[in-house]
Nanobody, 126 residues
Framework: QFELVESGGGLVQPGRSLRLSCAAS????????IGWFRQAPGKEREGIVC????????NYADSVKGRFTISRDNAKNTVYLQMNSLKPEDTANYYCAADRSYCSGNVLVARLGTSWGQGTQVTVSS
């Protein structure tokens, strides 16, 4: 059974940093395109970054470009999202997805059977 579990969210002041983790089990994450999404209350889901399998192609949404960085640790079967210079508008539930999907720019295009994590809440507030 494929499973993704996010962690690392929390409450942080504007300008500070957080690192989110997306740990996979049941499949080898390195073989798949993977995307991070976020959704704030009352807003549509936003695809913020997509990384191709092997990591050669990475695309970020304009809203996070230059502040967020995605990376993989294949030995840990985990993908990370380093978030720097956080802003109040970054407040959202963040989650990762992979499998049966592909990157289209900064958005992972999910299809039936794509695995999704449960999300981790990030709140940026003073």
């Amino acid at each position: 059974q494929f499973e993704l579990v996010e962690s690392g969210g929390g409450l942080v002041q504007p300008g500070r940093s957080l690192r989110l983790s997306c740990a996979a089990s049941g499949f080898t994450l390195a073989y798949y395109d993977i995307g991070w999404f976020r959704q704030a209350p009352g807003k549509e889901r936003e695809g913020i970054v997509c990384m191709s399998s092997g990591g050669r192609t990475i695309n970020y949404a304009d809203s996070v470009k230059g502040r967020f960085t995605i990376s993989r640790d294949n030995a840990k079967n985990t993908v990370y999202l380093q978030m720097n210079s956080l802003k109040p508008e970054d407040t959202a539930n963040y989650y990762c997805a992979a499998d049966r999907s592909y990157c289209s720019g900064n958005v992972l295009v999910a299809r039936l059977g794509t695995s999704w994590g449960q999300g981790t809440q990030v709140t940026v507030s003073s």
